[in-house]
């Protein structure tokens, strides 16, 4: 299986899935990650190179990386940025796709979901391009899906969940410690290390799991 994760900056996909992604490497399946912004003006490490560094231990990992500037992708012709995932999901032939949720507070990754959602519709437009997605699903970034200001969108619901070990989340902690600065935070910030790992025992509680990552899945074809 192929599995790509669409994202708006380095260190989202980790935040959202990266004990998923983890499970998925030990597995030995395809995974790409497609990041929409390579930098951040809030930030002062190199977070493309943070986005190499932090998948070494997952093994081969493709990537798709884009240029559009962080924090206004409202400004980013949306055309193009739809574009670029339909080329990522056509590349790397993705039976499953992973985005943010649309609720998110970060503008962002609100735009990447709505750009993604336009994104995976590719194989059903009869337009060359038939291998078809077998499921598209949303996950949660600590400190931003959480927030859930905004009443018009549906808050994060998750119906799938990934099992995950200890194992996995230590790799996801560490990895994103190791490869950033200052996105693990002190507790009780929803990045700390405590925080995340509370959040895989409250997912797995809902799901008869000891650790999982959640998502609400949109759409799955089969049963």
């Known amino acids: 299986m192929n ?6 900056h380095p260190d989202d996909e980790l935040l959202g899935a990266g004990a998923t992604m983890y499970e998925l490497a030990k597995r030995s399946e395809h995974i790409s990650v497609c990041c929409l912004s390579k930098e951040s003006v809030t930030r002062c490490d190199n977070l493309i190179n943070g986005l190499f560094a932090s998948h070494k231990a997952l093994g081969h990992i493709h990537y798709y990386v884009a240029d559009f500037e962080c924090m206004r992708f409202k400004d980013a012709d949306h055309h193009k940025m739809v574009e670029f995932i339909e080329d990522a999901i056509r ?3 993705a039976d499953v796709v992973f ?32 291998h078809r997605i077998q499921s598209f699903m949303m996950f949660e970034v600590p400190s931003s899906t959480d927030w859930k200001l905004n009443p018009s969108f549906d808050r994060f619901s998750p119906n799938t969940y990934c099992p995950v070990s200890v194992e996995a989340i230590d790799y996801k902690v560490a990895a994103i ?5 200052d996105v693990i935070r002190k507790h009780p910030h929803p990045r700390s290390e405590e925080n995340i790992k509370a959040l895989a025992v409250l997912r797995g509680s809902e799901s008869g799991f000891c ?13």
Do not use: M, W
Not at 99 to 127: F, G, K
Not at 211 to 223: D, N, Q, R
């Open 91 to 93: 590349d790397c032939r």
């Open 211 to 223: 650790y999982a990552e959640a998502f609400p899945t949109i759409f799955k074809l089969g049963v």
């Open 99 to 130: 985005t943010h949720h649309p609720a998110d507070l970060h503008n962002d990754h609100y735009i990447t979901s709505i750009c993604c959602q336009e994104a995976v519709r590719l194989p059903q437009r009869q337009i060359g391009y038939e």
């Open 3 to 8: 599995y790509l994760f669409v994202v708006a």
């Open 177 to 181: 410690n190791d490869s950033y600065i």
